[in-house]
């Protein structure tokens, strides 16, 4: 079955240090890699996706199909990265229109 | 409208009663999509539609759930006979096209409680 795994519900980081969100995933077929992005009293937003290599707000994700895993990574965190961050899974037997979603990470970037 | 509007934000129904929850997409949007929340958890997918076609529905959890978007626009979700498990938040969200690499554009959501 696919699934999306997030092992840290919470994580907590001072402000200016590194900040790794991880992601391992399950599939059959080619799937594609997202992370959505929810902030306090907002709407679930997507932050990137894998298979344009952006870098948004400083974050960035490696797609590792031998690890099957896609981290979430920042050098320098900042306070106005608190948020919960879901990382989702589209494509193969799934289908390219809907995602599987994580259970979310709660990141917190304490001054 | 500028996003994805979703009404009511808050519902608390007794077990055994009858909801009805509304989604008015994007102006355009051909895709919409029903995704339920439980506490703790990821978004779950319902149920898709493009245009007023239900492409898909594979995600509703039980004959007591049904969606609709009769024009191709506003979409209702309802659930019949809520029972607690239904208790969740359900979100709406569009998309110009059918695919998600250009993403979804996600409501705010309805919260269910069921008592």
């Known amino acids: 079955a696919q699934r999306v795994t997030q092992p840290e519900k919470l994580l907590s980081v001072f402000k200016g240090a590194p900040v790794e969100l991880k992601c391992n995933y399950s599939y059959s077929g080619s799937p594609e890699l997202f992370w959505y992005v929810q902030y306090s009293r907002q709407r679930l937003q997507l932050l990137l996706r894998?298979?344009s290599r952006e870098s948004i707000k400083g974050f960035t994700a490696d797609l590792n199909k031998g690890e099957t895993s896609f981290h979430l990574k920042k050098p320098f965190a900042q306070e106005e990265d608190s948020a919960m961050y879901y990382c989702a899974l589209s494509g193969g037997t799934s289908g390219t229109y809907k995602y599987i979603f994580g259970t979310g990470t709660r990141l917190k970037v304490l001054a | 409208g500028a996003g994805v509007s979703q009404s009511p934000r808050y519902k608390v129904a007794k077990r055994g009663q009858d909801v009805a929850l509304r989604c008015d997409p994007i102006s355009g949007h051909v895709s919409l999509f029903w995704y339920q929340q439980a506490l703790g958890q990821g978004p779950e997918f319902l149920t898709y539609f493009q245009n007023e076609a239900q492409l898909d529905k594979s995600g509703l959890p039980s004959d007591r759930f049904f969606a609709e978007r009769p024009e191709g626009s506003v979409s209702t979700l309802k659930i019949q006979r809520t029972q607690q498990e239904d208790s969740a938040v359900y979100l709406c969200a569009s998309s110009p096209s059918g695919g998600v690499f250009i993403g979804y554009t996600f409501g705010s959501g309805t919260r269910l409680t069921v008592v």
């Open positions: 894998h298979i």
